[in-house]
Every structure is written in structure tokens, then in C-alpha cells.
């Protein structure tokens, strides 16, 4: 789930005007790249990108960043947020307005636009889109996992419950016109609507879940080219009747299926595709090959790897239901006796930064070292353990924790630092490892005393690393943290209007939870891709998608 590049979170930065309406243009533009051409017309050409074998390209379950990717080209959602401006803006909507008391928002879409098959997106598209993904008996084998970003529209919880066939809160005064009633005042409601899961779907979606599963008909810029070939490969082209901008520059793009980073790597340095991930210990062997990208998110020859900040942010979490882990000056402790600039150039090749808070750079509101522990201080740590733990003749201080991990990827490295730090303050540590599938049931059922996550937003807005993690009624809040001030301020903080208060409410709200430390926040990620020469331009925005209608090939 919550590991980036199998994550169900996605994210961002901005919110609602101060007054009640919002107006936006529809600008036919995802990500905020800079669309001015590096020489003249598109040369056309396909783009041969590698992902791995995704978990659903559908809207109707698209939860992890592969799949992701390509339901971002095939469907367009009614925002886009655009990260060099930091403005939310309208893509299937042309404009929206929001109530006084931000629990009512009314969407105007864009006239006439076309899905791929022809057929006109309407309001009732949207409203067909979100009752598919709320409904249980959409497909008897294929659960939906990403309903949770409706919870708040009036008639989800009946819809999950399978009490209700249709979104109360949801209605269609016309074939323009989309309007959502939601059971709290949530005044980020409008980034909510930028995730690619709430993107409409024609009728054919309705009649033949499998078939619509595996070749999706969507209103976005490329279109199928026969279907998903599983374990293999994904082709889309250009679809030129494309409504909510210009058409496509490139021809179309070949999702290279590999099963995983290094096979891809070696096929790209093979000449045989154009985009891959980097392996981590190749970092920077790549970019003293291909160059480093100069803003660290745009691929451009000669400067052909990407390290820009994502979204993104690794911890650890403390279950406050164990007794032990109540000790508010253990887990400072534990968190300060870490050094995350070691592990970001250990493990990582400095291709990771430190952090300073559970809220990573790029999301608007955002603030540097708001947790005030959160640092590496090894003296503070150790005189902080010394007035109720002393350390004994044999090195340590008679206590211990249980640390849980799963040991793919690098987190097996970078535990094993985190290990060593605790150590050498005499702490005991014994490791936990299973699998991620039985580690994450672990966490959800509380069997567990420490254990490592990462977090990647829905939507880039304080709001997402907040609630979630740190409410008591959080669907992520695995350590149970609860506080009733911190509750009754994010609720207080949601209803409120206007941006720059919204935004310094959330921020109080940060460093209240801070202080008392219920997860240790460990490093940010980074962008770890990179372009062939033939790749004249390519923009990945800080949420790891990629507008690929706006990509430039040589010819």
C-alpha cells in the first residue's frame, strides 16, 4: 500500500479561493510543465516507457503509481493542479464554485467533449464513475481499494455498505453541470477531484466490467491500442479528437511491462527504452553518464536524470497502545538518536533529504524542521534515556524494542541503520520481518510495537498527511494516536475558506502533533528516473506523473 511505487497515495499543494466562487480555466495542461516547444511542430514518434505490471489502469481501481501513469494518459479528471504556478485548475471542468459553508461545490464542465469511443462526457459520466467505484457489486473479483477519496459525499457510506445503489450527494441538473453535497464542510474538496480514480467513464463501462478493465475507454489524450496484455505491455496512441487541449506531440506510447528497476535499467542502457527507473546504487554512476536534470523534474539531452523532491515521506511508527511506546521521551529518544543524513548517503547516494516533519517540501503550508525532534542529536538522546533508563555495566540500558519490516527494496539497508543508531544508546532492538502483505495486516491489527511506512499524498495539500495519519478516526492512524484538541482543530481547519488561514491552521495543527511524536519521520523521496537522448523534453511533476501528451521525441 503506502510504499511508493506500489502506494494507493498520491498527492499536492493549493486550495479554494477566500470568497465562495472559484473560477478556473481550462487549461488541458496537467502537471504545470512549460509546454513551449524546443524546436518548433512535435516530431511525432512513440514513447517506449517501462513501468511494472500495474494493478489496474481502470479509474476504477487505480491505486498504485504504475497503473497510475496510464490511466493518467487515457482519462482526464475535472481538476489538474499545476505545480510551477501552484495552482489548482479546471481540465474536465472549466470552472466550479464552492457554498459559504464549503460542504456544497458545483461543477461546470466542459461542453461536448468526447470519449474515445465517440460518445459525449456529461455530468452523468462523473456521477456513473463515482458510483462504480463506490459500489461492492461492481465486480464480483475485483474489489475497489480507492473509494475512500468519496467517503465524505453524502450517500458513500450506504453505497459501501451495499444499502444503496447510487450517490445521494451526487447529482446532475444538467448534462453540464455536476454537483456534490458532502455530509462535513471540506473546503480541499476541489483537489479531491484531481485524482485520476475520480476520472468519468462512458456507458461501455457499465455493460462489461472485464473487458472495459483491461482496454479502458477514457476522454483523455491517448486512447487504448488494442488491450493490456498482461506481464507484457500497454500500447496507447494519440487520440486526435482530444477535447480539453491541444492534441498530443507524440504518436502514442509502449508501456514496456519488466519485472523489475534493474531488468528495465539494463534494457534502457541497451537502447531499448526510453524512460526507466535507476537502481539506487547506479545513481550516480547514471548521472555522470546522462547528466543530471538542471530544475530536477524536466528530462531535456544531456541532462537525462531526475532527482526533483516527490511528494513523498518515509517513517517509522510507534503503537501508543503499547505500553512502552506511551513513553513520550523514549520515542524522542529514538528519534533523535537517528542519523538520516547517513542513511540518505548510504543507502541512498544523497538521492534522499532528510526530514524535518511528517509533511514533505512541494506541499503548500509547508514549513522546514517543524518537529523539533526530529533531528540527529545523540547527546540530547542519550541524557534523555539516562534519567529513567541508565545504562548498565554491559553497554545497555536494560530495554528493548521490536522493530517491524519487510525486507524487499532497500528497506532491509536502511533498518539496519536505524538498528545501529539505537544500539549505540543502549537500546536493544529486535528485528520483525515478514512479508509486505502480512506486515501491513499487522499494522492494521495492531500487532506490532514499532514499524517502518512511507506515505505518498492523494493530493498535495497539508490536509492529506494530516487526517489520515493522524486523526483519531484516520483509515492510516495504525499507532492509534488520538488527541481531541488535534481532532476538533483538523475539523475546524477543513471548513475553513480562506487559504492563508486554512493553511496556518493546518500548520499549528503539524507542530501540536509533533511534540508528541506518535511516528519518527525519516527522509523525503526523490525522483530516481532517467531519458534517452531521444527524449528532446519530458516533464515528471513532483507526484510521479508525467503529461506525456506534452513529451518531445527526436525523430
Known amino acids: 500500500m503506502h510504499q511508493p511505487t506500489m502506494g494507493r497515495r498520491t498527492f499536492v499543494k493549493g486550495s479554494l479561493a477566500a470568497s465562495a466562487l472559484a473560477a478556473l480555466a481550462a487549461c488541458g495542461k496537467k502537471g504545470g510543465s512549460d509546454t513551449t516547444a524546443t524546436s518548433g511542430e512535435a516530431t511525432g514518434g512513440t514513447l517506449n516507457y517501462y513501468i511494472n505490471n500495474p494493478v489496474s489502469i481502470d479509474p476504477y481501481d487505480a491505486e498504485e503509481d504504475q497503473g497510475m501513469q496510464v490511466c493518467y494518459q487515457l482519462f482526464d479528471a475535472l481538476m489538474t493542479y499545476d505545480f510551477e504556478k501552484g495552482e489548482l485548475k479546471g481540465l474536465a471542468a472549466e470552472s466550479y464554485k464552492a457554498n459559504d459553508a464549503a460542504d456544497e461545490f458545483t461543477f461546470t464542465l466542459v461542453k461536448g467533449a468526447k470519449f474515445h469511443d465517440g460518445t459525449t462526457v456529461t455530468s452523468k459520466s462523473f456521477k456513473q464513475a463515482w458510483e462504480r467505484i463506490c459500489n461492492p457489486k461492481t465486480s464480483e473479483t475485483t ?54 480514480a475520480l476520472s ?23 486512447k487504448m491500442d488494442g488491450k493490456w496484455e498482461d506481464g507484457q505491455q500497454i500500447n496507447l496512441v494519440r487520440f486526435d479528437d482530444y477535447s480539453y487541449g491541444d492534441k498530443a506531440k507524440i504518436d502514442g506510447i509502449h ?45 531535456t539531452p544531456g541532462k537525462q536524470v531526475l532527482t526533483g523532491a516527490e511528494l513523498s515521506t518515509y517513517y517509522i511508527i510507534c503503537n501508543l497502545g503499547n505500553e512502552q511506546m506511551q513513553d513520550l521521551d523514549l520515542r524522542k529518544a529514538l528519534s533523535l538518536a537517528i542519523n538520516r543524513q547517513a542513511i540518505c548517503d548510504t543507502v541512498f547516494e544523497g538521492t534522499r533529504e532528510p526530514a524535518g516533519g511528517i509533511i514533505p517540501p512541494g506541499i503548500a503550508g509547508y514549513q522546514e524542521n517543524t518537529w523539533e525532534y526530529v533531528k540527529y542529536d545523540k547527546d540530547a538522546a542519550t541524557q534523555l534515556l539516562d534519567a529513567k533508563y541508565p545504562m548498565g555495566a554491559d553497554g545497555t540500558r536494560g530495554i528493548s524494542v521490536k522493530l517491524s519490516f519487510n525486507l524487499d527494496g532497500d528497506h532491509k539497508s536502511i533498518m539496519e541503520m536505524v538498528m545501529a543508531d539505537w544500539k549505540a544508546v543502549g537500546i536493544t ?37 494530516i487526517y489520515p495519519l493522524f486523526s483519531t478516526e484516520g483509515d492510516n492512524n495504525y499507532g492509534k494516536y488520538s488527541n481531541k484538541d488535534v481532532d476538533d482543530a483538523i475539523l475546524k481547519a477543513r471548513a475553513t475558506l480562506d487559504e492563508k488561514e486554512r493553511q496556518a491552521a493546518f500548520q499549528e495543527i503539524d507542530k501540536k502533533v509533533g511534540a508528541e511524536m506518535p511516528v519518527i519521520p525519516l527522509f523525503y523521496y526523490k525522483h530516481q528516473l532517467v531519458g534517452s537522448s531521444k527524449v528532446k523534453k519530458l516533464y515528471m511533476d513532483p507526484q510521479k506523473l508525467c503529461d506525456m501528451s506534452e513529451v518531445e521525441l527526436s525523430a
Open 255 to 299: 508501456f514496456n511491462i519488466q519485472k523489475d528497476v534493474q531488468t528495465a535499467y539494463t534494457e534502457f542502457q541497451a537502447g531499448n527504452i526510453d524512460v526507466a527507473q535507476v537502481p539506487t546504487a547506479q545513481i550516480k554512476d547514471a548521472i555522470s553518464q546522462y547528466g543530471e536534470s538542471g530544475d530536477g523534474f524536466t528530462i
Open 143 to 196: 474489489p475497489s481499494n480507492i473509494s475512500y477519496h468519496l467517503s465524505m459525499v453524502e450517500g458513500y457510506s450506504e453505497m459501501a455498505k451495499g444499502e444503496a445503489t447510487e450517490l445521494k450527494g451526487v447529482t446532475c441538473p444538467d448534462d453540464d453541470t455536476l454537483v456534490v453535497k458532502l455530509i462535513q464542510p471540506y473546503a480541499d474538496f476541489p483537489f479531491v477531484c484531481m485524482h485520476p
Open 429 to 465: 532492538v529486535e528485528a520483525v520481518n515478514n512479508d509486505w502483505a502480512t506486515t501491513l495486516k499487522d499494522y492494521k491489527a495492531g500487532n506490532f510495537q514499532m514499524g517502518r511506512l512511507a506515505w505518498i499524498a492523494d493530493y498535495p495539500i497539508q490536509d492529506n498527511f
Open 200 to 222: 468519468p467513464v462512458p456507458d461501455a463501462a457499465l455493460k462489461d466490467f472485464d473487458t472495459f478493465f483491461f482496454a479502458p475507454v477514457g476522454n483523455g489524450a491517448f
